[in-house]
C-alpha cells in the first residue's frame, strides 16, 4: 500500500517562508512526475508546480520566483521551498505523485503494471500577521 505524508505546514507571517516535505512509501518501483497542489474553501485544486523523474520543473505563475521544488528520489520525498509568503497562499497544500507499483521478487523490487495518482493527506499553510 503505498503513502505519501505530508509535513512542514503552519502559521507564517507574511514575508515569511515555509519548507512543506512529502515522502512516499510502500512497494514502489519507480516515482514519475511529483507535485503540489492548493485548495481553499470553494475552490477546485489548483496546480502550484511540478517535477518530473529527471527534475524539470513548472511552477505556477503565481509562485514564480518565490517558490521551489524539489526532489529526492533516494529518500522518495518531494519538497517545496516557499519565500516571501502573501496572504493569498493560505491553503491546504497537497502533494501528488505518479507512481509505478512494484513488488518484492526475493529482497528486489521488481515492477508491475500497476501505476496510478496517489495523494497526500493534505498540509494547512496560513500566511497572516
Known amino acids: 500500500q503505498v503513502q505519501l505524508v505530508e509535513s512542514g505546514g503552519g502559521l507564517v507571517q507574511p514575508g515569511g517562508s515555509l519548507r512543506l516535505s512529502c515522502a512516499a512509501s510502500?512497494?514502489?518501483?519507480?516515482?514519475?512526475?511529483m507535485a503540489w497542489y492548493r485548495q481553499t474553501p470553494g475552490n477546485q485544486r489548483e496546480l502550484v508546480a511540478h517535477v518530473t523523474s529527471d527534475g524539470n520543473t513548472n511552477y505556477a505563475d503565481s509562485v514564480k520566483g518565490r517558490f521551489t521544488i524539489s526532489r529526492d528520489n533516494a529518500k522518495k520525498t518531494v519538497y517545496l521551498q516557499m519565500n516571501s509568503l502573501k496572504p493569498e497562499d493560505t491553503a491546504v497544500y497537497y502533494c501528488?505523485?505518479?507512481?509505478?507499483?512494484?513488488?518484492?521478487?526475493?529482497?528486489?523490487?521488481?515492477?508491475?503494471?500497476?501505476?496510478?495518482?496517489?495523494w497526500g493527506q493534505g498540509t494547512q499553510v496560513t500566511v497572516s500577521s
Open positions: 510502500g512497494i514502489i518501483f519507480r516515482i514519475n512526475t
Open positions: 501528488k505523485a505518479n507512481i509505478l507499483l512494484g513488488r518484492m521478487a526475493g529482497i528486489v523490487v521488481v515492477t508491475t503494471t500497476v501505476s496510478g495518482d496517489y
